[in-house]
């Protein structure tokens, strides 16, 4: 009886030894696969916040830039056109401070069959490095544009909407925008000069002065005077009245067709700040400004003062 006893405590042990073994041998082979994979993991997570740091760390470095201030001790005493224009806009003291604007904003593109196409857009503006930024969700996808200094970037995305007419480039687009919205801080442009006709011109039933602007010559290597065109040709309007500048005629096109851009419906970003346009049209038309067919509109919604 006893021996029957130790014999069938030998096999309980016998079959817990088994099943040990049984045990290890799935263990550990799952051990071995969940070691590698989550050290792997544990890299592709350091380096999805290494990567992730460091774009936000470029963005940041990028957004110093483009929201800088203008240098105060080079700025020289403006003619009284000019002063005039920047008072009726907000006046300097307010613009000098002004380093960056977010303007959200619904923009309607009229195309040729009589049709139009509605989107919605961002526009953040930086004033004093001449920069902006245009962003939207299309059904493309999302894209990013800047144009900063004359120079048009694609950020993300596709470089041209197909909704924009045919007539207006993405720079163009981007380049008119961000003159009417930032005309103060044009004028003290280094890179360009003015010249004021003393002649008024009406238009619609509104008189306006006409303001050129022209890129300045630079010394070439050759200490040869060579064009320098990091803006493009363009007259500027000023209402006679108001002295606001609200309307540039820009010579993007051939023979006698222009595209201008009006600013309309003037508001200050802030209490005592900056007044910008809260409602802008893009048209084509002819030398003088006097025939106008309507190709954008752009409608503010939401503007305020980022930095």
Not at 36 to 57: D, I
Not at 86 to 91: L, Y
Request: some cysteine; charged content about 25%.
């Amino acid at each position: 009886m006893r021996t029957q006893k130790s014999e069938v405590r030998s096999q309980k042990s016998e079959i817990k030894n088994q099943k040990s073994e049984v045990r290890s041998q799935i263990i550990y082979p799952l051990s071995s696969v969940f070691c590698p994979l989550s050290s792997v993991l544990m890299l592709v997570l350091v380096a999805a916040f290494f990567f992730f740091g460091c774009q936000r760390k470029y963005k940041e470095d990028v957004v110093e830039v483009l929201a800088s201030g203008p240098d105060l001790e080079t700025i020289s005493v403006p003619p009284d056109y000019v002063v005039q224009a920047i008072e009726a806009a907000g006046g300097l003291n307010t613009w000098t401070g002004m380093k960056e604007l977010q303007l959200d904003c619904v923009v309607t593109f009229y195309q040729p069959d009589g049709s139009f196409y509605l989107t919605e857009q961002r526009h953040v503006v930086y004033p004093w490095s001449n920069s902006i930024q245009i962003s939207a969700r299309e059904p493309k996808g999302r894209f990013i544009w800047q144009l900063s200094k004359g120079k048009f970037d694609v950020l993300q995305g596709d470089g041209q909407s197909d909704a924009l007419p045919v007539v207006i480039g993405s720079s163009h687009f981007a380049e008119m925008i961000l003159s009417v919205i930032t005309i103060p801080a044009r004028f003290f442009d280094k890179s360009v000069e003015f010249s004021k006709e003393t002649t008024g011109l009406k238009i619609q039933g509104q008189w306006y002065y006409l303001i050129e602007r022209r890129s300045k010559p630079v010394l070439g290597a050759g200490l040869e005077p060579e064009p320098a065109r990091p803006l493009s040709k363009a007259v500027f309007y000023q209402d006679r009245d108001s002295f606001l500048v609200d309307m540039i005629l820009f010579d993007y096109m051939s023979g006698d067709n222009f595209l201008a851009v009006r600013g309309y419906d003037y508001t200050e970003v802030e209490k005592g700040g900056v007044r910008v346009p809260a409602k802008i049209e893009i048209f084509r038309t002819d030398t003088q400004g006097g025939s106008q067919k309507r190709l954008v509109t752009i409608d503010y919604h939401t503007l305020k003062r980022s930095k």
